[in-house]
């Protein structure tokens, strides 16, 4: 049969430190002199290279209305160009046309995902994040109910000594 693990263990599994301390007092005083919270947004930012910024700003733009009604206006004069003023440059069909959206597409998708993917990246800090401090909140709160349970014993024991005295 397996060992039950120490509260003290399973901390140290879920937080990935490695400690030296078994005393759980102590192990409870470690982790609220530490802060375990980060800003996933600053670290983000500070580690931010030049070709994610530019994945960011294009995924930022592409997703715009303004680039979506610019592109709209775009593919109609692009048409009424090639059928009224430039017959022999792109006629219909627009195969032309259909290579630049093919090119734009292509180029377009790869950096668009690349975004989300750092955008995916940013929330699993966020949730992992999120998981220590409500790990440390939840001893924390377990460490209060240990010593209001203690004050009410004391208390009881108090009163009980005060009750035989006035007798």
């Not at 947004?41 to 960011?56: C, S």
Request: net charge negative.
């Amino acid at each position: 049969m397996e060992k039950k693990k120490t509260k003290s263990e399973i901390v140290k599994m879920l937080l990935n430190k490695d400690l030296e301390t078994e005393d759980e007092a102590q192990l409870l005083d470690l982790l609220i002199d530490q802060p375990i919270a980060i800003d996933v947004d600053k670290e983000d930012e500070k580690n931010k290279k030049f070709g994610d910024k530019v994945a960011d700003k294009l995924t930022e733009v592409a997703g715009s209305w303004t680039f979506i009604l610019g592109f709209s206006l775009f593919l109609i004069l692009w048409i009424l160009l090639n059928i009224f003023l430039f017959k022999n440059l792109d006629p219909y069909p627009f195969i032309l046309l259909n290579l630049v959206l093919s090119c734009v597409a292509a180029l377009q998708a790869p950096i668009i995902m690349m975004s989300q993917n750092r955008e995916a990246k940013r929330e699993v800090l966020r949730n992992q994040n999120d998981y220590k401090t409500d790990l440390k909140s939840e001893l924390i709160l377990e460490e209060l109910h240990d010593k209001m349970d203690s004050i009410l014993k004391n208390q009881k024991e108090i009163l009980s000594y005060m009750r035989q005295k006035e007798k």
